[in-house]
């Protein structure tokens, strides 16, 4: 069996998320609005497969929710240069790590970026 890897990915949002939640604003007091909203996520699929399950609205074979409301709803596309660099990881738990320091290195950047 293969051996499962995690991969960080990141996708660009509509602006409308600034404007329309909340929440996203809040999360976001550095942005100025003059660079991208984005989504900065963790996954053991392609980027590709996970982008489409968001979009997609996919659920679990439990009936659990896959996908963020945010990307569904504002999602545009996947934005690999700014995660190719960064290196697929044996586990979960180091990639949840690398998704929140990606994230807020993107922040620090001036980048509006929602995670989990």
Not at 16 to 36: H, I
Not at 57 to 63: A, C, D, M, T, V
Not at 72 to 82: I, V
Request: proline share 5%; net charge positive; charged share 30%.
């Amino acid at each position: 069996m293969p051996k499962t890897e995690y991969r960080v990915y990141v996708v660009e949002l509509s602006k409308r998320v600034y404007t329309d939640n909340r929440k996203f604003r809040e999360a976001n007091p550095q942005f100025n609005g003059v660079l991208e909203c984005l989504y900065v996520g963790m996954t053991s699929k392609s980027p590709k497969e996970r982008f489409e399950q968001h979009k997609k609205g996919s659920l679990s074979k439990k009936g659990h929710n896959l996908s963020s409301s945010i990307v569904r709803k504002y999602g545009a596309y996947l934005r690999p240069s700014l995660y190719n660099h960064i290196d697929p990881m044996p586990t979960r738990a180091q990639a949840l790590k690398m998704e929140k320091i990606l994230a807020l290195e993107l922040r620090r950047k001036k980048y509006a970026v929602w995670f989990n």
